[in-house]
Nanobody, 113 residues
Framework: QVQLVESGGGLVQAGGSLTLSCVAS????????VGWYRQAPGKQRELVAH???????NYADSVKGRFTISRDNAKNTVYLQMNSLKPEDTAVYYC???????WGQGTQVTVSS
C-alpha cells in the first residue's frame, strides 16, 4: 500500500511563503502523476496542483501564479512552493498519487490576515 507523509505546513502571515513536501514510499514514485489537494473547514477537498510523470503541471485558478508544484523522483518527493499566501489558502493540504486512493495525514497551513 502506498504511504504518503506530508510536511512543511505552519502558521504564516498573509503575503508569506511556505514549501510543503510529500514523501511517498512502497511505490515506484516516478511512474505516477501526483496531486496536491486541500480541504478547508466545512468545504470539500479540492485539487490545487498536479504534476505528471512528464513534469506537465496544472493548477487551480485560485493558486495560479502563486503556487508551484515540482517533483524529485530520486527522493520520492513532491513539493508545493506557496507564495503570496492569502487567508483563504488556510486548509489541510494532502498529496495523492494517481490512480491510488491513499491519503497521508495532511499538513495544516494557516494564513493569518
Amino acid at each position: 500500500q502506498v504511504q504518503l507523509v506530508e510536511s512543511g505546513g505552519g502558521l504564516v502571515q498573509a503575503g508569506g511563503s511556505l514549501t510543503l513536501s510529500c514523501v511517498a514510499s512502497r511505490i515506484i514514485f516516478s511512474n505516477n502523476a501526483v496531486g496536491w489537494y486541500r480541504q478547508a473547514p466545512g468545504k470539500q477537498r479540492e485539487l490545487v496542483a498536479h504534476i505528471t510523470t512528464r513534469y506537465n503541471t496544472n493548477y487551480a485558478d485560485s493558486v495560479k501564479g502563486r503556487f508551484t508544484i515540482s517533483r524529485d523522483n530520486a527522493k520520492n518527493t513532491v513539493y508545493l512552493q506557496m507564495n503570496s499566501l492569502k487567508p483563504e489558502d488556510t486548509a489541510v493540504y494532502y498529496c495523492k498519487l494517481d490512480p491510488f486512493d491513499s491519503w497521508g495525514q495532511g499538513t495544516q497551513v494557516t494564513v493569518s490576515s
